[in-house]
């Protein structure tokens, strides 16, 4: 009896730091998007400051960097998947092994 406690005290512990480790993982990304943001809204003020607003190149640097911004967008948004794909793998295992405690 003492033994599964172990066990499972063991299995909860484990579970937390994987737990933890995708939390983590998770707000990387979303730090991550928020500078991105931060530094394309950066970028841009810089060059409105530099080139005449009305200059046709301005337009199509505008445009690029919103497609990189999308394309970045797709990435992270493809990577929180991931994460929660392995999230609930890792809860899936967590109870199929509590269960098998039992």
Avoid: C, G
């Avoid at 009896?1 to 979303?30: P, W």
């Avoid at 394309?40 to 060059?47: N, Q």
């Amino acid at each position: 009896m003492e033994d599964k406690r172990r066990q499972r005290a063991l299995l909860e512990e484990n579970y937390d730091d994987d737990k933890r480790k995708l939390n983590r993982q998770k707000e990387a990304i979303f730090e991550k998007e928020n500078e991105f943001k931060r530094e394309r809204s950066r970028l841009m003020e810089r060059v409105y400051s530099i080139i005449p607003q009305s200059a046709h190149e301005l337009h199509i640097l505008d445009n690029r960097l919103y497609k990189l911004h999308d394309e970045f967008l797709t990435e992270t948004k493809r990577a929180h998947r991931k994460l929660e794909d392995e999230e609930r793998e890792l809860n899936s295992n967590f109870n199929t092994a509590l269960n098998n405690l039992i």
